[in-house]
């Protein structure tokens, strides 16, 4: 049986799907040393304590009660696990959850995931999705299920987010860990996008979107050219020894007043050598071990820093419209719904989907190159935009999850595109929209510059 015309997926499908989801879950919570269970690695975000409650809590809350109108397994659990926070400061992250709230013990809390599991993988087999869907519009083509399964996986990479900023000793190191630090010769190139019409979104009713992705939404683009790969490290070390950091005319008034206010002086990924402003000194923040920082690699910065880095070369970052072009149009009008072309998203067309713990060279999988040959746009690292995160015209907030979106369209988040090496596969597809606050230094996110076409 499927859910609905629309999402041709089995109920097998589904029930594995979740399962590969909470392993993967519960392997990352069991790399960290229960010492650090109740702490926060990034001081905006909740301890770590609270997402191994909130992943099944969440699924109860969409899938259960939402979606099926069916009760919850705990309601204090539920209740205590609801919500993330995104603050603009660290002084407003206490209200929410502060240093008094009284967290379960893991024991309890691996407990309830266990009891949620059963519900939910029931729920998942048997559950009659089309009579739930007359009586709760959150169920409508099936939307809670994917809402579960999609914010699982969406939350894997906001956790290796902040496992990186916790201290070595307290993660266990794979004993196979290994890096692609190679890269292939290549020559600074852009590419010369011509002009044409991009669709951003998708349409109504054609398969799972979160709210943010509809209605379907037309945009006619200038002709512009783009740097087909990446900015590197390596092209990201010559910013700083320009003193890019100290230029006031390379930003813009709200990332200035962060780079003052927090004194960022590089990248939050690069580790300065111990009292030494020497460039061959930076090392790269791995997720196990500090290793010399990779040349060849994209350059992960916030999207403050992103912009003064294009600002100095005298360009601009793309807009959510550009990145369409560059990625799904092609030099015959057509549209693609990758940047490879139709095949659905495999290793070799970028590193996503948990391949690696860390990028790899900025070109180094060319099967996934666009048909301008622009590389890497989806895969190694989200891509920044210029573009203010907000709502395409016809926008309705989601039944299963209605505070998703609706809380962020307030100018001060922007639009990433593309994928991460810690982006689930299922959640890449054209219209997919990520956001962050300009200045969040910590999201797994490259870029790459733009000019407007003579
Ligand atoms: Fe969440």
Same mark, same amino acid.
């Given at each position: 049986?499927?859910?609905?015309?629309?999402?041709?997926?089995?109920?097998?499908?589904l029930?594995?799907?979740?399962?590969?989801?909470?392993?993967?879950?519960?392997?990352?919570?069991?790399?960290?040393?229960?010492?650090?269970?109740? =702490?926060?690695p990034?001081?905006?975000?909740?301890?770590?304590?609270?997402?191994?409650?909130?992943?099944?809590?969440?699924?109860? &809350?969409?899938?259960?009660?939402?979606?099926l109108?069916?009760? +919850?397994?705990?309601?204090?659990?539920?209740? *205590?696990?609801?919500?993330?926070?995104?603050?603009?400061?660290?002084? !407003?992250?206490v209200?929410?959850?502060?240093a008094? =709230?009284?967290?379960?013990?893991?024991?309890?809390i691996?407990?309830?995931?266990?009891?949620?599991?059963?519900?939910?993988?029931?729920?998942?087999?048997?559950?009659?999705?089309?009579?739930?869907?007359?009586?709760?519009?959150?169920?409508?083509? +099936?939307?809670? &299920?994917? =809402?579960?399964?999609?914010?699982?996986?969406?939350?894997?990479?906001? *956790?290796? /987010?902040?496992?990186?900023?916790?201290? /070595?000793?307290?993660?266990?190191?794979? @004993?196979?860990?290994?890096?692609e630090?190679?890269?292939?010769?290549r020559?600074?190139?852009?590419?010369? &996008?011509?002009?044409?019409?991009?669709?951003?979104?998708?349409?109504?009713?054609?398969?799972?979107?979160?709210?943010?992705?509809?209605?379907?939404?037309?945009?006619?683009?200038?002709?512009f050219?783009?740097?087909?790969?990446?900015?590197?490290?390596?092209?990201?070390?010559?910013?700083?020894?320009?003193?890019?950091?100290?230029?006031?005319?390379?930003?813009?008034?709200?990332?200035?007043?962060w780079?003052?206010?927090?004194?960022? $002086?590089?990248?939050?990924?690069?580790?300065? @050598?111990?009292?030494?402003?020497?460039?061959?000194?930076w090392?790269w923040?791995?997720?196990?071990?500090? &290793?010399? *920082?990779?040349?060849?690699?994209?350059?992960?910065?916030?999207?403050?820093?992103?912009? !003064?880095?294009?600002?100095?070369?005298?360009?601009?970052?793309?807009?959510?419209?550009?990145?369409?072009? @560059?990625?799904?149009?092609?030099? #015959?009008?057509?549209?693609?719904?990758?940047?490879?072309?139709?095949?659905?998203?495999?290793?070799?067309?970028?590193?996503?989907d948990?391949?690696?713990?860390?990028?790899?060279?900025?070109?180094? $999988?060319?099967?996934?190159?666009?048909?301008?040959?622009?590389?890497?746009?989806?895969g190694? +690292?989200?891509?920044?935009?210029? #573009?203010?995160?907000?709502?395409?015209?016809?926008?309705?907030?989601?039944?299963?999850?209605?505070?998703?979106?609706?809380?962020?369209?307030? +100018?001060?988040h922007v639009?990433?595109?593309?994928?991460?090496?810690?982006? !689930?596969?299922?959640?890449?597809?054209?219209?997919?929209?990520?956001?962050?606050?300009?200045?969040?230094?910590?999201?797994?996110a490259?870029?790459?510059?733009?000019?407007?076409?003579?």
């Open positions: 049986m499927t859910v609905s015309a629309a999402s041709p997926v089995s109920r097998e499908g029930a594995g799907w979740y399962r590969r989801n909470r392993e993967r879950s519960r392997a990352l919570f069991d790399l960290i040393d229960p010492e650090v269970y109740f =702490t926060r990034i001081a905006l975000r909740n301890p770590i304590v609270f997402y191994e409650g909130h992943l099944p809590a969440f699924s109860v &809350i969409s899938l259960l009660k939402r979606g109108g069916a009760p +919850g397994v705990d309601e204090r659990l539920e209740s *205590l696990f609801a919500r993330g926070i995104d603050p603009d400061s660290e002084e !407003a992250a209200p929410r959850s502060g008094g =709230t009284q967290w379960p013990a893991r024991a309890d691996l407990a309830f995931g266990r009891a949620v599991d059963e519900r939910i993988v029931g729920a998942l087999h048997q559950a009659d999705f089309d009579l739930a869907g007359r009586h709760h519009p959150a169920m409508a083509g +099936g939307e809670a &299920i994917f =809402t579960a399964l999609e914010h699982e996986a969406m939350h894997q990479e906001t *956790l290796l /987010y902040m496992w990186r900023r916790l201290p /070595y000793a307290h993660k266990r190191k794979p @004993a196979d860990l290994s890096y630090l190679n890269a292939a010769a020559r600074p190139s852009r590419a010369r &996008i011509t002009a044409g019409r991009a669709v951003l979104g998708a349409r109504r009713g054609s398969a799972f979107g979160w709210d943010n992705e509809f209605d379907e939404l037309a945009v006619d683009v200038a002709a050219d783009i740097d087909e790969h990446s900015v590197t490290n390596g092209d990201f070390l010559e910013f700083l020894a320009a003193g890019g950091y100290d230029r006031r005319e390379l930003w813009d008034d709200a990332g200035w007043e780079r003052q206010r927090e004194n960022v $002086r590089h990248p939050a990924f690069w580790i300065p @050598a111990e009292g030494e402003a020497d460039p061959a000194g090392s923040r791995g997720m196990f071990e500090q &290793i010399p *920082l990779p040349l060849a690699w994209p350059v992960y910065v916030s999207q403050a820093e992103a912009s !003064a880095f294009a600002r100095w070369k005298g360009r601009r970052l793309p807009t959510e419209a550009e990145y369409h072009r @560059a990625a799904f149009g092609a030099p #015959s009008g057509a549209a693609r719904p990758f940047p490879w072309g139709d095949a659905p998203p495999e290793p070799r067309h970028g590193n996503f948990f391949q690696s713990w860390e990028p790899v060279p900025a070109g180094a $999988r060319p099967a996934g190159a666009s048909a301008w040959g622009v590389h890497d746009l989806c190694n +690292g989200w891509e920044w935009t210029s #573009s203010e995160f907000a709502p395409f015209p016809g926008f309705a907030a989601m039944p299963s999850y209605p505070e998703y979106s609706a809380e962020f369209f307030d +100018g001060r639009v990433l595109k593309g994928a991460s090496p810690a982006t !689930a596969r299922e959640l890449i597809r054209a219209s997919f929209r990520n956001w962050f606050r300009t200045n969040y230094p910590f999201v797994y490259k870029f790459r510059t733009v000019s407007t076409a003579d």
